[in-house]
């Protein structure tokens, strides 16, 4: 019976702090950036090709232009 209620109490302060964390969270995340789309004529495929780029905030300003960025690619079978 011990064994029972200590593993009640343990679920229960789980259940607290996991409740609590969720509490604090915003409601939306805030997104930044710039979605571009970019369209091109294919030689390979004989058709349009569009490309969805989306680049960090402050990527186009002048005064970073030597500020280096991670990149990730994906690609769409």
């Known amino acids: ?17 996991v ?4 509490a604090q969270q915003p409601s939306k995340p805030t997104v930044v950036g710039d979605l571009r789309i970019e369209r091109f004529q294919s030689n390979i495929f004989d058709r349009m090709i569009t490309v969805r780029v989306w680049l960090p905030e402050g990527y186009a300003d002048i005064s ?14």
């Open 19 to 22: 409740n609590a964390g969720l």
């Open 64 to 77: 970073e232009a030597t500020k280096k960025y991670p990149t990730l690619y994906m690609l769409d079978g």
């Open 1 to 17: 019976m011990k064994a029972i209620r200590s593993r009640v109490g343990v679920l229960a302060l789980a259940l607290f702090i």
